[in-house]
């Protein structure tokens, strides 16, 4: 029974680059969410996708994008990539719409901007 | 937006002695209230949660309390063992904006 899954596990990419992170939720799940953790602090969210629907979005900038398949997964984008975007990058998935129901956190992506 | 303040922010107890974590929020349309624990280097995992219509909910040595009125939550954990050190975030939903997540309480267990 295979859980959250995210790839790629780390990332070293340079200031300006785009980059693309990729998730794929637990099966029949249908929502997938997008949390941004610095060191030391709270995951903050980013998105949450349900049905291939943007359905929430956090306070972040335009730079950051994402879309859910029809098989469910998900990917982030981040583009113009600062220095300040260095976190680990969690997906979370849901059986539905996440505000009130369980979501279940994959391993995460590190990501370094150098 | 909703807003979580979560004490203390690091919490030290002897093995076999009980740790509370507390947590408030801003938003009175909240209504599930999960608790996440979180290991050096891994993955956030859900330990408990309770919904708006209950005011405790209890797995074995872990348990949580909500107090709808007061807009506060709280973790508690008995008989606290070395495997319980970990950092534990409590976290808040309403709707379609995802968790909204304390900073952390980093919970150290001393043998």
């Known amino acids: 029974d295979a859980g959250v899954t995210q790839s790629p596990t780390h990332l070293i990419k340079t200031r300006g680059q785009q980059v693309t992170l990729r998730c794929s939720p637990i099966?029949?799940?249908?929502?997938v969410s997008w949390y941004q953790q610095v060191l030391g602090q709270g995951p903050q969210f980013i998105f949450q996708y349900y049905e291939k629907e943007e359905r929430g979005r956090g306070n972040f900038p335009d730079r950051f994008s994402a879309r859910q398949f029809p098989n469910y997964s998900s990917e982030l984008n981040v583009n113009a990539l600062l220095l300040g975007d260095s976190a680990l990058y969690l997906c979370?998935?849901?059986?539905?719409?996440?505000?009130?129901?369980?979501?279940?956190f994959g391993p995460g992506t590190r990501l370094t901007v150098t | 937006g909703e807003n979580v303040e979560q004490h203390p922010s690091t919490l030290s107890v002897q093995e076999g002695d009980s740790a509370v974590i507390k947590c408030t929020y801003s938003?009175?349309?909240?209504?599930?209230f999960p608790w996440y624990k979180q290991e050096l280097g891994k993955r956030p995992q859900l330990i408990i949660d309770i919904r708006s219509n209950v005011g405790e909910k209890k797995d074995q040595r872990i348990a949580v309390t909500l107090n709808k009125t007061a807009k506060h939550f709280s973790l508690h954990i008995t008989e606290t063992q070395p495997e319980d050190s970990a950092v534990y975030f409590c976290?808040?939903?309403?709707?379609?904006?995802?968790?909204?997540f304390g900073k952390g309480t980093h919970l150290i267990i001393q043998p």
């Open positions: 976290a808040v939903a309403g709707g379609a904006d995802g968790l909204t």
């Open positions: 099966s029949g799940h249908k929502s």
């Open positions: 979370a998935s849901s059986l539905y719409l996440a505000g009130g129901y369980e979501q279940y």
């Open positions: 938003d009175s349309a909240s209504n599930y």
